[in-house]
C-alpha cells in the first residue's frame, strides 16, 4: 500500500510540474497507453511539438502517451493513419496545414477527408517559413530574387520541403502575389532541400523558419524575407514580405492535434482540456520558441472553426497558381 501511495503521489507532483492546477482524468480514461501518431520524422517541428505534449499527457493521467513517427508523403501517411485508427480514444495525432489544408488539394488520391475524418482537439503552434539563399549568393533581397526572375523566366530554381507541404504553397503563393516564374524542385523534407542549397544545386528555398536556423545562426544560410503576419522573434532583423511591397503575402503552417472522428464525446472533451492546458504553459512556450516556432493555442471549437477556412484558403492558392504533386 505504501508503494502504490508514493506511485500516486509521484504522478500528483509530475502532474503539476506540466499541468499546474489540471484535473486528473477519470478514471474510466485512459487505463493503458495511448498512441500518438506524428507524421514526420525525429526531430522535426511536428516531432518536438508532438513529443512536449505527450510528455504533459503523461505526467497528468499516469499513463504514457507514446509517439509513433509515421512519415513520408507529406504528412500524409500518417495522417491516414489516423484517420482509420480505432474510435476507443487510444489513438491521437499531429495534424498540420500541409496534412489537413493543402494536401487534400492538390494530391488526388488523399485517403481521408479533412474536414469529416477527424476530431479536433486543438491548435499548438504555428510555423513560419522564409525564402532563403547561401551566405555567399548574389541575392541580397526580395527584391533582387524578382528581378533576376522576370529577366530570366523559369531559370530560377526554389526548393520546398516537398509537393503539398506549406514550404512548398509560400512558394506557390509567392510566385502569385510577385508575378514570377521560378521552377519548383521539391524535396524529401526540408534537410534534403537545405543540403542542396548549400551545395548549389538550387539558389533559393522557401522552408521552415525551425528548419533554417542552424544554417543562419552558423553564416551559411541567409534569410531574406519571413512568411507570417509579423516578424518572426528569433529573426527579428530579417522582414516580412509585407514590409518588402507584398502586403497580401502571409504564408505561415500551423500544427494542432485531432483523434479519429468517432471517438466518444467524453474522452474528445478530456483531451481537448488536457492539451489546451499543456499549450497555454510557459514551458510548452518555451519549448516551441526555442524549436523556431510560435505557440499558438486554439481551443477544440476555434480550431474546428478555423479549419474549413485555411482548406478554404489554401485549396484556393493552388488552384490559382496550378500547384500540382511534382
Not at 514526420?40 to 510528455?55: E, K
Not at 516580412?240 to 466518444?264: D, H, Q, R
Request: some cysteine; overall charge positive; hydrophobic content about 45%.
Amino acid at each position: 500500500m505504501q508503494r502504490i501511495g508514493a506511485i500516486a503521489s509521484r504522478r500528483a507532483i509530475l502532474a503539476a510540474v506540466f499541468l499546474p492546477g489540471i484535473a486528473r482524468a477519470q478514471p474510466s480514461w485512459p487505463t493503458r497507453p495511448v498512441r500518438m501518431i506524428v507524421p514526420a520524422a525525429a526531430g522535426a517541428g511536428m516531432d518536438i511539438l508532438g513529443r512536449a505534449v505527450a510528455q504533459g499527457l503523461s505526467e497528468a493521467w499516469g499513463q504514457p502517451v507514446v509517439v509513433e513517427n509515421r512519415f513520408g508523403a507529406g504528412g500524409t501517411i500518417g495522417t491516414e493513419a489516423l484517420a482509420k485508427a480505432p474510435r476507443d480514444g487510444y489513438t491521437m495525432g499531429v495534424v498540420n496545414s500541409s496534412s489537413l489544408a493543402i494536401a487534400p488539394a492538390i494530391i488526388p488520391d488523399v485517403q481521408y477527408n479533412p474536414l469529416t475524418s477527424f476530431a479536433p482537439l486543438g491548435l499548438g503552434a504555428s510555423n513560419d517559413c522564409a525564402l532563403a539563399v547561401r551566405a555567399d549568393s548574389r541575392f541580397r533581397s526580395v527584391a533582387d530574387v524578382v528581378a533576376a526572375a522576370r529577366a530570366r523566366p523559369g531559370a530560377l530554381n526554389w526548393a520546398s520541403a516537398g509537393s503539398g507541404s506549406s514550404t512548398h504553397m509560400a512558394g506557390e503563393l509567392f510566385r502569385l502575389v510577385a508575378e514570377v516564374d521560378i521552377t519548383h524542385v521539391p524535396y524529401r523534407g526540408s534537410p534534403q532541400a537545405i543540403t542542396d542549397l548549400l551545395g548549389g544545386q538550387v539558389e533559393l528555398t522557401f522552408n521552415t523558419i525551425n528548419a533554417l536556423l542552424p544554417g543562419i545562426r552558423a553564416g551559411t544560410i541567409r534569410a531574406l524575407a519571413t512568411t507570417g503576419q509579423g516578424r518572426d522573434p528569433l529573426l527579428p532583423d530579417v522582414p516580412t514580405f509585407a514590409e518588402v511591397g507584398y502586403p497580401a503575402y502571409e504564408a505561415s503552417g500551423w500544427l494542432g492535434f485531432a483523434m479519429p472522428a468517432g471517438t466518444p464525446p467524453e474522452v474528445l472533451a478530456i483531451a481537448a482540456e488536457a492539451i489546451r492546458r499543456i499549450t497555454e504553459t510557459p514551458r510548452f512556450r518555451d519549448i516551441m520558441t526555442h524549436a523556431g516556432m510560435r505557440p499558438r493555442s486554439l481551443s477544440a471549437p476555434e480550431f474546428a472553426a478555423f479549419l474549413p477556412v485555411e482548406i478554404a484558403r489554401w485549396t484556393d492558392v493552388v488552384k490559382r497558381s496550378g500547384a500540382r504533386p511534382d
